[in-house]
């Protein structure tokens, strides 16, 4: 598994095709869901962030990031 700073995270932001989004300090790779096109969900959220505290605002939890595969782990989750 790769590690990613937030730096090359956000690198990841859909713009070339690749959508990840971190949280808990897990990697995953959202590039293939239709509820993340573009690089937005819900209009509010993008990838290439971590979504470790909107999430605890959000109508679900992280488990439904478990849907999706695990790319590396974020090395600086504060």
């Given at each position: 598994m790769r590690t990613f700073t937030r730096k090359e995270l956000a690198r990841y932001d859909?713009?070339?095709g690749i959508a990840y989004v971190a949280c808990e300090g897990k990697i995953y790779d959202v590039s293939q869901s239709f509820l993340w096109q573009k690089g937005k969900h819900q209009v509010i959220h993008r990838t290439g962030?971590?979504?470790t505290e909107v999430l605890?605002?959000?109508?679900?939890g992280s488990e439904l990031l478990e849907r999706f595969p695990i790319v590396g782990s974020l090395v600086d989750p504060d």
């Open positions: 859909g713009s070339g962030a971590d979504l605890k605002g959000a109508p679900h």
